[in-house]
T-cell receptor, first 112, second 113 residues
């Protein structure tokens, strides 16, 4: 069966520090991959999605970037974190058309 | 663009009460519709889905019917339990490209014993 792993589960970082969140999927090939952010008390915002290795689409302009170095690995990064980057970050994957997305357990990021 | 509107929360009910969480959408074409649930401190889990008009999704006693004429996908449960306390998200997905999900803002549900 397919599984999705995100780490770390929680992270506390100072303003201006770099960031790297990792997400990996097992048990499937060539998944669509997604990064979402959930700000406190708000809904989910799609940040990036990828339909293949090296293919990244950005949904909103921001301080973050994403990369997909391998088929089942999706990385969210920042060179210098801002206070506004705090939130709950969720990775998700889906097979192709008509299939729902499956989410990881999320990373809670706090910026001090 | 596509959008999803959910009823404002939080919603507080007593155990065994009837639950309705309203969801309406705006979309071009014929999207698939989903309800996701997020338990405290966890990621989202798919609760149920419907892929075409008049489809009824159901799971764990929850139901929602895809109503094209009213562009709605309301979530219902006949008798809620304390363990149903969570945040519920309505979402739609277009059927092309990367299948991006558009979420509602979420409705926090608390069930008191």
């Amino acid at each position: 069966s397919q599984t999705i792993h995100q780490w770390p589960a929680t992270l506390v970082q100072p303003v201006g520090s770099p960031l790297s969140l990792e997400c990996t999927v097992e048990g499937t090939s060539n998944p669509n991959l997604y990064w979402y952010r959930q700000a406190a008390g708000r809904g989910l915002q799609l940040l990036f999605y990828s339909v293949g290795i090296g293919q990244i689409s950005s949904e909103v302009p921001q301080n973050l970037s994403a990369s997909r170095p391998q088929d089942r690995q999706f990385i969210l990064s920042s060179k210098k974190l801002l206070l506004s980057d705090s939130g709950f970050y969720l990775c998700a994957w889906s097979v192709n058309l008509g299939k729902p997305q499956h989410f990881g357990d999320g990373t809670r990021l706090s910026i001090l | 663009g596509d959008s999803v509107t959910q009823m404002e929360g939080p919603v507080t009910l007593s155990e065994e009460a009837f639950l309705t969480i309203n969801c309406t959408y705006t979309a071009t074409g014929y999207p698939s519709l989903f309800w996701y649930v997020q338990y405290p401190g966890e990621g989202l889990q798919l609760l149920l889905k419907a892929t075409k008009a008049d489809d009824k999704g159901s799971n764990k006693g929850f139901e929602a019917t895809y109503r094209k004429e009213t562009t709605s996908f309301h979530l219902e449960k006949g008798s809620v339990q304390v363990s149903d306390s969570a945040v519920y998200f309505c979402a739609l997905s277009d059927t092309q490209g990367a299948q991006k999900l558009v979420f509602g803002q979420g409705t926090r549900l608390t069930i008191n014993p």
